[in-house]
């Protein structure tokens, strides 16, 4: 692990940098993410190679011997699991990533149960963390936290690597970088992860998974995104500035129906009413037409997949999942390996995993 160069730059000057200007502030020498708070860190050839590590990590999980193995890369490394906001897919499958690699944790699942209760900031907290821990993997409400936090770490004694596991409205890197991972997967044998109709379907205003999404997928070629949502959860601007910005076809509908032929892959949300400014606002907004059960998967090509980040809601009728073009859960577990991969760059053991699955598989 390198160091990476938030030393270099005054805060004020840095937040007030494009998150593009910001990446590679980010990077350790070799480009791999020291901090990972964005999307906009990863470019074709790292998502290739994290892909190619998670594989070769999912076919070295399967033996004992390819356990034990993984389980020592990292024993020497402590990771602190910070989430102030609700989790169940992300905090588990971060845990079991530094489970399968060895990295011991620590958590703080409930700012009432740390000194945050008795009014300690959250800046001196991360601090507190990083006094003990080797990485803080951190989800919070507040958009830019984990990236402030990124800056002052690494300012400070302990220059420790941070992942942003969802931020506000705004990131979920990581949770991107799964839905990536099972996209490539879904069509690997198949021509490959170009030449695609994405549908985004839901709440696009406030997830922040969609958001990630939509920058990674800019990525592979001819990948033309359509959103789905009513208008008033339809897709914000600054995403769609960012799909022209690189050229990339894009469709904004409210007409579910007319899109589900046309996907390769289509990705439910959920209404994500936990961000409404008024209790009730998503209450009053009609989605009943978008969502999916036993006739709109009368709708979806053959090769076509339907992903969710899950957790779901009545968006996708339990129903659809004996499908094999159900994909979320097997996207879930998706997440695990690719966590497991992130970590692995981060903690530079990726050399090893690459030299024993040459050598064993
Ligand atoms: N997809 C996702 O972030 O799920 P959790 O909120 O359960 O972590």
């Not at 897919?89 to 209760?117: H, K, P, Y």
């Not at 008033?232 to 600054?238: A, K, N, R």
Request: hydrophobic share 40%.
């Amino acid at each position: 692990m390198t160091p990476n160069r938030l030393v270099d730059i005054p805060w004020a000057q840095f937040s007030a940098l494009s998150v593009d200007q910001k990446a590679p502030y980010l990077a350790q020498s070799d480009g791999t993410p020291f901090h990972t708070l964005f999307a906009q860190q990863f470019d074709f050839a790292l998502l290739d190679r994290l892909t190619h590590l998670a594989t070769e990590i999912r076919g070295i999980a399967k033996t004992r011997a390819g356990m034990g193995f993984l389980h020592e890369l990292v024993c020497h490394k402590r990771a602190m699991l910070y989430f102030s906001q609700p989790s169940s897919r992300t905090f588990l499958s971060f845990l079991s990533a530094c489970q399968i690699l060895g990295v011991q944790t620590g958590e703080v699942r409930d700012t009432a149960t740390s000194s945050e209760f008795k009014g300690e900031s959250r800046e001196d907290s991360v601090r507190t963390f990083s006094s003990y821990f080797d990485m803080i993997i951190m989800r919070t409400p507040e958009k830019g936290l984990a990236e402030h936090t990124a800056w002052m770490l690494s300012n400070s004694e302990r220059p420790i690597p941070i992942i942003n596991a969802g931020s506000g409205q705004d990131q979920h890197p990581t949770q991107s970088l799964l839905d990536i991972y099972t996209l490539v997967r879904s069509f690997e044998n198949i021509g490959g992860l170009r030449d695609r109709t994405v549908v985004f379907v839901g709440d696009l205003a406030r997830g922040r998974t969609v958001r990630s999404l939509s920058h990674l997928l800019t990525n592979y070629p001819n990948i033309r995104q359509i959103f789905v949502a009513p208008p008033q959860l339809q897709i914000g601007e600054d995403v769609l500035a960012n799909l022209r910005g690189k050229g990339v076809a894009y469709q904004l509908s409210d007409d579910f129906r007319a899109a589900i032929p046309e996907a390769d892959a289509i990705y439910m949300t959920r209404v994500q009413d936990e961000w409404d400014k008024e209790k009730g606002d998503s209450a009053r907004i009609d989605i009943t037409r978008f969502h999916f059960g036993l006739e709109q998967l009368k709708l979806l090509r053959p090769h076509a997949i339907l992903m969710h980040p899950l957790p779901r809601r009545e968006e996708i009728a339990v129903a659809v999942d004996h499908d094999p073009r159900a994909m979320y859960w097997r996207q879930m577990r998706n997440g695990m390996w690719i966590r497991t991969a992130l970590i692995a760059t981060t903690f530079g053991c990726d050399k090893r995993i690459h030299e024993y699955h040459r050598q064993n598989l």
